[in-house]
């Protein structure tokens, strides 16, 4: 018998049927998300930025992709290191603006042609983010909830623009496009008039989502925040906000695993949002001590919230999209790092035995349901994720470093 075989017979004697698993993990769709590949920097200026407001990424490992032929070139690395299905989270700071300076409130569905175009070559469905920071309209800390009307018509205009772009990658891609916003509207200081920010961060979404996109289309969904760097004291768009205006005008949630405080369980947030909404958006990211953005790895947090979109039954409304940027390590190592964590946990948690588990559990055998979640540390996890590398043509765990290092010194070498 093979490893894979023996594998599949213990997880059989569970109930649980690893081919048939397998099937369902290949289908999955992981949006990597761009800004791994260049610290967040964008492609606006010849040079790419630093990003800023609100972003900070911290590291200067060489190799950083300085166009995006070198950011599409270390994509399609990433690819051959990954298996399974996944599209890609495309920041609108990405666009292909050629030499002439496009500002946000001016970008173009032509300016995204070249990564859709490209994105159907390598078969990669594109979602999208507006880009509200590293921007001098950004400084002051507020875009959308600005107190300062010109500023906020600059990012209310950027906000529709965006929307509409994703309606038309949406369009040509045959698929709808994710359209993620957030904006690091907040103060470091303690902010007197909280509700006065609030209703003017209201009053520009409701007008941005004035015009309706077929969902086939464009989906919106709202990033929620705890603080972040300069937003200690007050965040415009906090959690309770965007819960509220989600609910009421029935816009999907985006729950970064970096967005709350570090004892929250992530996890037991998804069955109340799935329970009341259609569908979320999760940014996967890994917080250490605050909102980091490590690279995600495969620990209890991410597995618990692979469980939780298995167990709800509600994987199809759930849009799994990557949040991560560590620029103090090979950034391709990074990227596969992160993205193959989350398939990890998906797999871990698609093996779970959840009839058998329900059954202790309504029994009241409560030892019985402990020890069969016990159990799957144990069962031969390594060899049915082997397996499923294998069948998708990609290398297993054991390679990974050799070809990082490899790529390192051929191409990424080249680049300094
Ligand atoms: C910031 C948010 C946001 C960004 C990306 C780059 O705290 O998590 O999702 O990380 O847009
Ligand atoms: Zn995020």
């Not at 989502?209 to 969904?221: G, H, K, S």
Request: hydrophobic content about 35%; proline content about 3%; aromatic content about 10%.
């Amino acid at each position: 018998m093979s490893p894979y075989e023996t594998a599949k017979s213990r997880y059989a004697r569970y109930g649980v049927d690893t081919d048939s698993v397998l099937d369902q993990l290949a289908k999955i769709p992981i949006s990597i998300h761009c800004w791994q590949g260049d610290d967040v920097g964008g492609f606006e200026r010849p040079d790419s930025q630093l990003a800023g407001g609100g972003i900070q990424t911290t590291g200067n490992h060489p190799g950083k992709a300085k166009t995006i032929e070198q950011l599409r070139l270390d994509i399609e690395k990433v690819l051959t290191l990954v298996p399974g299905s996944h599209r890609l989270n495309l920041h609108a700071s990405y666009g292909e603006f050629g030499s002439t300076f496009v500002d946000r409130d001016q970008i173009e569905e032509k300016h995204y042609q070249g990564w859709v175009d490209w994105s159907r070559k390598v078969g990669l469905p594109l979602d999208f983010n507006g880009t509200f920071f590293s921007h001098p309209l950004a400084d002051d800390g507020y875009t959308l909830a600005s107190k300062d009307e010109r500023i906020r018509r600059f990012w209310i205009e950027h906000a529709k623009r965006c929307r509409k772009i994703a309606a038309w990658i949406g369009e040509q891609q045959g698929s709808p496009c994710i359209l993620d916003t957030w904006v690091p509207d907040g103060a470091k200081n303690y902010t007197v008039d909280k509700f006065g920010y609030r209703s003017i961060l209201k009053e520009s979404l409701d007008e941005i989502f004035e015009t309706e996109y077929d969902a086939d289309l464009m989906r919106d969904a709202l990033e929620t925040k705890l603080f972040g760097i300069g937003s200690e004291a007050f965040v415009v768009g906090s959690h309770e906000f965007y819960m509220n205006y989600a609910a009421r005008n029935n816009k999907m949630l985006c729950i970064d695993m970096g967005h709350f405080h570090t004892e929250e369980d992530i996890s037991d947030k998804l069955s109340s949002i799935l329970l009341f909404d259609d569908e979320i958006l999760l940014h996967v990211s890994r917080p250490m001590h605050w909102d980091s953005d490590h690279v995600v790895l495969f620990n209890d947090k991410v597995k618990m919230v692979a469980e939780e979109l298995v167990r709800s039954g509600k994987l199809e409304n759930s849009h799994i999209g990557l949040d991560f940027f560590d620029a103090s390590i090979n950034r391709i190592g990074a990227w596969v790092t992160g993205v193959r964590a989350m398939r990890k946990a998906l797999l871990f948690a698609l093996l779970q035995p959840i009839d058998l588990l329900i059954e202790y559990e309504e029994g009241g055998n409560g030892y019985g349901t402990m020890s069969l979640l016990e159990l799957q540390n144990v069962l031969p996890f390594g060899q049915v994720w082997d397996e499923f590398c294998s069948r998708h043509n990609v290398p297993l765990e054991d390679d990974l470093i050799d070809i990082i290092s490899a790529y390192e010194k051929t191409v990424l070498k080249e680049r300094t």
